[in-house]
């Protein structure tokens, strides 16, 4: 991320959550999704100016991963048809998705995976345990 996108995720992530160790967590993640095979180091400091929790934020996130695990779990219920898809192949669908809502600034799709990767592990984990590997059903 550059510092710009950063500021602009943090600001984001900031609006939804007061959990620093959290907000730390989804930027080094972010960054990790987004391709960075540098060493990582965060240190967060708030100041009294700093963004707060806001309703409409929260709100929206929540929505946003509704959406996600809504599309995913479409996704793969469907896979019967064309084959279970790796998360490379869900991945690259949703980022084509014209219907999403506004993801975090500065950390897109990628700030996204932990929960697009929940929903895609858990219905195959499903897929795998009911010893089918050509069928998934809806959860």
């Known amino acids: 991320m550059s510092n710009e996108e950063l500021c602009e995720f943090v600001k984001s992530r900031l609006e939804v959550s007061d959990d620093l160790e959290r907000v730390c967590n989804e930027v080094v993640d972010t960054c990790l999704h987004k391709g960075s095979r540098d060493n990582m180091s965060i240190v967060l400091v708030c100041l009294p100016g700093a963004p707060k929790v806001s309703e409409e934020a929260v709100r929206k996130d929540s929505e946003l991963n509704?959406?996600?695990?809504?599309?995913?779990?479409?996704?793969?219920?469907?896979?019967?048809?064309?084959?279970?898809?790796?998360?490379?192949?869900?991945?690259?669908?949703?980022s084509t998705d014209s219907g999403m809502p506004t993801l975090p600034p500065g950390g897109g799709l990628a700030s996204k995976r932990s929960v697009i990767e929940a929903v895609y592990n858990r219905l195959n984990l499903y897929r795998e345990e009911d010893g089918d590997s050509e069928v998934i059903h809806a959860v």
């Open 66 to 94: 509704n959406y996600l695990e809504s599309r995913v779990e479409e996704m793969l219920c469907h896979a019967e048809e064309v084959g279970f898809p790796d998360m490379v192949t869900v991945m690259r669908s949703l």
